[in-house]
């Protein structure tokens, strides 16, 4: 089976232009997560989705972030827009469904290297 | 606010010796959860596993290892007889009553095994 699926892996652009990463969560999954990670923050989690629904968007960093869950199988997070500070590894995850309080394991995508000049 | 440190940030051992990873944690929930993920070269992250603040019985998995201590809120994770794809950032997180999936990470140690 294919794991979480992201587009673009690399993504260069320029300071004030749009920016749509794009996730395909596993077959089955009904939690989606957005993380990003810098040298200087870690790994942070902008915002969460289950049944499409985004249940926590409290890490989003500011306005110019916004993520869509419009079914199942498709995610995206759109920066518009872009400024240097944002440039980042992006990643998607998804998990089983569960609970609130049952945890089962994310699996993560590889990635989204972004870069804004 | 919970918070999860990792002091070591980089740790280089030859390999087939043991190394441990720290974890301390922070929060005032009294239900939460620990977990270890590993993160190689390639990127994404691999979950290894979770612990339950009820639970703190230590794990063992192949050369894998976890002491959780609730007394020095402390989770941490040994490698016996560590192999050179052992290496990678490995990142200790926390989640708590905000809900199991909303996860804290430590900032990652990175481990270096070296032939």
């Known amino acids: 089976d294919a794991g979480v699926i992201q587009s673009p892996r690399h993504e260069v652009t320029e300071m004030g232009q749009e920016v749509t990463l794009r996730c395909k969560p596993i077959?089955?999954?009904?939690?989606l997560f957005w993380y990003r990670q810098t040298m200087m923050r870690g790994l942070e989690l902008l915002i969460y989705f289950n049944n499409n629904v985004p249940i926590d968007d409290s890490g989003m960093p500011e306005d110019r972030f916004s993520a869509k869950m419009p079914n199942a199988s498709f995610s995206t997070l759109k920066i518009q827009p872009s400024e240097p500070r944002d440039s980042a590894v992006y990643f998607c995850a998804s998990s089983f469904p569960g609970d609130f309080w049952d945890y089962n394991e994310q699996f993560f995508g590889p990635g989204t290297r972004l870069t804004v000049l | 606010a919970q918070k999860v440190t990792q002091a070591q940030t980089e740790i280089s051992v030859v390999e087939k010796e043991d190394v441990t990873l720290d974890c301390v944690y922070e929060t005032r929930d009294t239900t939460y959860y620990l977990f270890w993920y590993k993160q190689p070269p390639s990127g994404e992250l691999v979950f290894l596993i979770r612990?339950?603040?009820?639970?703190?019985q230590n794990e063992i998995s192949g050369r894998y290892s976890w002491n959780f201590q609730k007394s020095t809120s402390s989770f941490n994770f040994t490698i016996t007889a560590s192999q050179v794809v052992d290496s990678a950032v490995y990142f200790c997180a926390l989640s708590g009553a905000e809900g199991a999936q909303k996860l804290v990470f430590g900032q990652g140690t990175r481990l270096t095994i070296n032939p």
């Open positions: 612990r339950n603040s009820f639970d703190e």
């Open positions: 077959s089955g999954h009904d939690y």
